[in-house]
Nanobody
Framework: DVQLVESGGGSVQAGGSLRLSCAAS????????MAWFRQVPGKQREGVAA????????YYADSVEGRFTISQDNAKNTVYLQMNSLKPEDTAMYYC??????????????????WGQGTQVTVS
């Protein structure tokens, strides 16, 4: 089995930055897609960004394009989400998830086999 553990969440003022980390319990980055999702209570979980781990292609939601950057460090089995110019509407629980294969339809949540427990981001 694989465990994903997120960290790096916290409280920040609008305009600030945070970097989220998603550490995998084992190497899982050949031909896979790692993504970040977020959810606000009472709303559906939405895709934020994804990275195709073999080609390092990246994908972003329009709402975060230009402000967030997804990256990976294979030596540490970790994927990061650098979040800059944060806005109050970025407040949410952030989850990382992994699926094998390509990142086409990366927003499709049922396709992801592994999920982390989430880390809270609050922007005021």
């Amino acid at each position: 089995d694989v465990q994903l553990v997120e960290s790096g969440g916290g409280s920040v003022q609008a305009g600030g930055s945070l970097r989220l980390s998603c550490a995998a319990s084992r190497y899982m980055y050949d031909n896979g897609c790692m993504a970040w999702f977020r959810q606000v209570p009472g709303k559906q979980r939405e895709g934020v960004a994804a990275i195709r781990t073999d080609l390092v292609s990246t994908y972003y939601a329009d709402s975060v394009e230009g402000r967030f950057t997804i990256s990976q460090d294979n030596a540490k089995n970790t994927v990061y989400l650098q979040m800059n110019s944060l806005k109050p509407e970025d407040t949410a629980m952030y989850y990382c998830a992994f699926k094998g294969g390509v990142c086409m339809a990366w927003r499709s949540q049922p396709e992801y086999n592994y999920w982390g427990q989430g880390t809270q981001v609050t922007v005021s």
